[in-house]
């Protein structure tokens, strides 16, 4: 079976899927929805706060509490995330540097435990509250 040049190696995959999370970490983080995937139960997020690896966009699963349809693009949330890191083997690492350019060492998962819609208001005194 000849192989795609973008494909890695199956070892590399191995790695990837046999990582094991850390205990969580729970961040605090503010920014807005982009995208919500109502059939898979997650989120994308713009945070204006970075994560550990420098991101300010994730995705986050969403608890069996929170629907999809209660959460809404384009307003402001303070959102509390369990962040889960898996390392990776350090073959892994120097393979995905030098044959791929990319540079990771860790796979991330981000659940949200809860979203709070924040009264954010403008100077405008035509400025409407957000209400939930």
């Known amino acids: 079976m000849v192989k795609k040049k973008d494909e890695l190696p199956d070892w590399v995959m191995d790695d990837i899927r046999n990582a094991k999370f850390e205990k969580p970490e729970s961040l605090t983080r503010t920014g807005y929805i982009l995208e919500v995937y109502e059939g898979d139960k ?9 994560v550990e690896d420098g991101r300010h966009i994730v995705t986050l699963d969403l608890p069996k509490n929170i629907k999809p349809s209660d959460c809404r693009t384009g307003v402001v949330y303070e959102f509390e ?42 100077d405008d005194s035509d400025s409407q509250e957000v209400e939930e």
Request: hydrophobic share 45%; net charge neutral.
């Open 42 to 50: 997650k989120i994308d997020v713009q945070l204006y706060e970075s």
């Open 81 to 122: 995330i369990n962040m889960l890191k898996a390392s990776l083997g350090k073959k892994t690492v120097e393979f995905l540097k030098k044959e791929k350019e990319i540079e990771m060492s860790a796979i991330y998962q981000f659940d949200l435990n809860k979203l709070m819609l924040m009264d954010v208001t403008t």
